[in-house]
Nanobody, 125 residues
């Protein structure tokens, strides 16, 4: 049974970098065809796909966030990490990591097989 767990600070100051880590249990992030994504939900809004890093290690980001986003991985720890630079209060959201056994359509949420519980990140001075 694959389980995901997000970790990171719950409060980030404006202009700083938000950094979150997702630890995967019960499966390897390098398993063929698996994709590992970051998704967020701002207060009162719907889910927003941020980007993914698949089993191959390449990355792809939402065009609206691409200039500020980096996703990387540590295969020895079975973790993948989100960095979002130059944050503003508009980046306040619950952040989720998610996994899919194949490449999920970015905004078809039922195609994601595994979800973390989500972690609240607030951007405020």
């Amino acid at each position: 049974q694959v389980q995901l767990q997000e970790s990171g600070p719950g409060l980030v100051k404006p202009s700083q970098t938000l950094s979150l880590t997702c630890t995967v249990f019960g499966g390897s992030i390098t398993t063929n065809f698996y994709y590992w994504s970051w998704i967020r939900q701002p207060p009162g809004k719907g889910l927003e796909w941020i980007g993914y890093i698949p089993y191959s290690g390449s990355t792809y980001y939402s065009p609206s966030l691409k200039s500020r986003t980096s996703i990387s991985r540590n295969t020895s720890k079975n973790q993948f990490t989100l960095q979002l630079r130059s944050v503003t209060p508009e980046d306040t959201a619950v952040y989720y990591c998610a996994g899919s056994r194949t490449m999920a359509t970015q905004h078809i949420w039922y195609e994601y097989d595994y979800w973390g519980q989500g972690t609240q990140v607030t951007v405020s001075s």
